[in-house]
């Protein structure tokens, strides 16, 4: 069954799987305790004015894309991705150290970025761990992969309340610490509870390619996911302003509304992990762009502050299958590959943010907030051509 593979009723494996789901869950909150207060940091501590915060967001975006990948093809090749991992979070609390005390805007942009996007790999590459030691010990990778990934969303619904409390009531330096402190608690469990798995030596130097067949998939698949990224990233970006200064609907509301579909991701990861099986992934992947489809035409049509929040179980299904499903899809297309996979498609958000970044601001310099809608039904547009051209697998 399923669930004995999950859950092995055997102690060594228990505690190798709860901590992966520990690690998980600690490296989501570094994430969540820095990305929500970010703007705000840079504004009111650094003084930064806003295209410079804007400047910063895509400069993160782009040296977090190149280390990153730099990693993904080291981690596939040689070495041990245990130790990799363990090195990534020691680097992440060592930017969170300087994000703590330093308020100087380009040394935070190239050293402290720079270190931080070591901190944010550990997450991708602790996936690709879990895909190994799944793959090596018979548990059925995608479910497992999947309640892993609902760590993440459930420390994404912990963590940015917990970082406004923190920042607004004990300043950012106590915010700052207590992400780092998440880090040494995630090293110190990489340390000692996670599995070892050195790389075999390879016969020739090569670099490790997908099959042939797969490069096009995997092309389109990225293509898609980035799309799909992207018109959240323009929905986080410009929905609280619609609701408060179009709409004149209450601020609580947008905090509301992302709270919900949050929660509602976790469950929706759940059951598309125990579905993926049966139905494949390209399908529910497609039932996920349907969910994004229908979605985005409720936010263009509909203003109800309850049909508004109804509508946040769309949002969950498109996002929540997207999370929990596409970072597999790549690694099924990219077998032997498991850090690029997941680095590319982790990779997928940083492209997104950067693409809705721009958008958002110039459409609602040039048009309003709502116009963020239609370039975000334009970009599902996108994603359903190349959903229909990638084959099922």
Not at 359 to 375: D, K, Q
Request: aromatic share 10%; net charge positive; with cysteine.
């Amino acid at each position: 069954m399923h669930s004995e593979s999950i859950t092995p009723h055997i102690p060594g494996r228990d505690l190798t799987a709860a901590s992966f789901l520990i690690v998980a869950f600690l490296t989501g909150i570094a994430s969540a305790l820095q990305t929500p207060t970010l703007s705000l940091f840079l504004t009111d501590e650094v003084h930064a004015r806003p295209a410079m915060v804007g400047l910063f967001f895509t400069g993160s975006a782009v040296i977090g894309i190149l280390v990153s990948q730099f990693l993904a093809g080291r981690s596939d090749r040689k070495g041990d991705r245990k130790s990799l991992i363990l090195g990534c979070c020691l680097l992440g609390m060592l930017a969170c150290l300087l994000f703590a005390w330093n308020r100087n805007y380009f040394i935070l942009l190239f050293v402290g970025v720079f270190l931080s996007s070591f901190g944010s790999t550990a997450n991708p590459q602790m996936f690709a761990l879990a895909r190994e030691h799944a793959d090596k010990t018979g548990r059925e990778a995608v479910m497992f992969s999947s309640i892993l990934r609902a760590q993440v969303s459930l420390a994404w619904v912990v963590g940015p309340p917990l970082a406004y409390a923190l920042a607004l009531g004990f300043g950012f330096e106590v915010m700052y610490l207590c992400a780092g402190l998440a880090f040494v608690v995630c090293a110190a469990i990489v340390w000692w509870l996670l599995p070892s798995m050195p790389k075999a030596p390879q016969a020739t130097a090569s670099r490790p390619q997908a099959p042939a067949r797969h490069r096009r998939d995997a092309l389109l698949l990225f293509v898609a996911c980035t799309m799909m990224w992207g018109c959240n990233s323009l929905y986080i970006i410009n929905m609280p302003l619609y609701i408060i200064n179009e709409l004149h609907l209450p601020e609580k509301l947008a905090g509301v509304m992302m709270g919900t579909a949050a929660g509602l991701e976790i469950p929706t990861m759940l059951i598309a992990g125990y579905y993926a099986k049966r139905f494949g992934k390209r399908f529910l992947l497609r039932v996920a762009t349907a969910a994004g489809l229908l979605f985005y035409l409720g936010m263009l049509t509909l203003q109800n502050e309850i049909v508004l929040l109804g509508l946040q179980l769309l949002n969950a299904i498109f996002i929540g299958i997207l999370a929990g499903i596409g970072m597999l899809y790549f690694q099924d297309l990219m077998p032997g590959q498991a850090g690029s996979a997941t680095t590319l498609y982790t990779n997928t958000t940083r492209v997104g943010w950067i693409i809705a970044g721009s958008l958002a601001g110039v459409s609602a310099e040039i048009w309003s907030y709502h116009a963020a809608f239609y370039i975000a039904l334009g970009m599902i547009a996108v994603t359903v051509y190349c959903m229909a051209r990638i084959r099922d697998i």
